[in-house]
Nanobody, 116 residues
Framework: QVHLVESGGGLVQPGGSLRLSCAAS????????MGWYRQTPGKERELVAT????????NYADSVKGRFTISRDGAVNTVALQMNSLKSEDTAVYFC?????????WGQGTQVTVSS
């Protein structure tokens, strides 16, 4: 059974930083593309960042380029999202995502709130 467990969300002031982490189990981690999406009430879930199975290719939404960095560690089957220079519009529930051979899995989500 696949489990994706996010951690690291919370409340942060504008301009601050947070690091999200997602622990994956039950999947072939090194063969799975991983990523982060986010969602706010009344809106569709949107892509934040993805990273290939080998970790060599990363893609970012334009709104987070230069501020967010996605990384993965195959030794402990985790994917992280380092978020810097946070803005109020980054407030959302952030979901970890895994794609293994076209099968998509989601974590339960972690709330990130950027507010003074």
């Amino acid at each position: 059974q696949v489990h994706l467990v996010e951690s690291g969300g919370g409340l942060v002031q504008p301009g601050g930083s947070l690091r999200l982490s997602c622990a994956a189990s039950g999947i072939l981690f090194r063969l799975s593309a991983m990523g982060w999406y986010r969602q706010t009430p009344g809106k569709e879930r949107e892509l934040v960042a993805t990273i290939s199975g080998g970790g060599t290719t990363a893609n970012y939404a334009d709104s987070v380029k230069g501020r967010f960095t996605i990384s993965r560690d195959g030794a402990v089957n985790t994917v992280a999202l380092q978020m810097n220079s946070l803005k109020s519009e980054d407030t959302a529930v952030y979901f970890c995502y895994a794609n293994q051979y076209g099968h998509v899995y989601w974590g339960q989500g972690t709330q990130v709130t950027v507010s003074s």
